[in-house]
Nanobody
Framework: QVQLVESGGGLVQAGGSLRLSCAAS????????MGWFRQAPGKEREFVVC????????YYAESVKGRFTISRDNAKNAVHLQMDSLKPEDAALYYC????????????????WGQGTQVTVSA
C-alpha cells in the first residue's frame, strides 16, 4: 500500500507563487507516474500535471502550462509542484496522485491519492 502526504498549500495573492510537495511511503514508486489533480468547490476533480518515473516525461493541463513546473526526486519518493503566476481560478484542493498505468491524466487512471492540500488565491 502507498501513502501520499501533501504539504505546502496556503493563501497567496494573485500573481504569487506556492510550492507543493508530496512524499510517498509504503513502497518504492519505481515505474509509477506521479502528479497532481485539483478540485474546486462545486466542480469535478481535474488533471493538472504528471511526471513519469524513468525519463521524467511531463504532461501539463493547458490551463497551467508555462506557469506550473513539476519535478520529482526518485531517491526520496517525492514530487514537487512549483506554481507561479497564480490566478484566482487556480484555487482548489490539490491532490497528489500516483499510478502504475501507462498514463495518468484522468481520475480513473489514479491508483493512489493523497488527502489534499488547500490552495487559496486572492484577487
Amino acid at each position: 500500500q502507498v501513502q501520499l502526504v501533501e504539504s505546502g498549500g496556503g493563501l497567496v495573492q494573485a500573481g504569487g507563487s506556492l510550492r507543493l510537495s508530496c512524499a510517498a511511503s509504503g513502497r518504492t514508486l519505481s515505474g509509477y507516474h506521479m502528479g497532481w489533480f485539483r478540485q474546486a468547490p462545486g466542480k469535478e476533480r481535474e488533471f493538472v500535471v504528471c511526471i513519469s518515473w524513468s525519463r521524467g516525461y511531463t504532461y501539463y493541463a493547458e490551463s497551467v502550462k508555462g506557469r506550473f513546473t513539476i519535478s520529482r526526486d526518485n531517491a526520496k519518493n517525492a514530487v514537487h509542484l512549483q506554481m507561479d503566476s497564480l490566478k484566482p481560478e487556480d484555487a482548489a484542493l490539490y491532490y497528489c496522485a500516483a499510478s502504475s498505468r501507462t498514463t495518468m491524466t484522468r481520475v480513473p487512471d489514479v491508483e493512489y491519492w493523497g488527502q489534499g492540500t488547500q490552495v487559496t488565491v486572492s484577487a
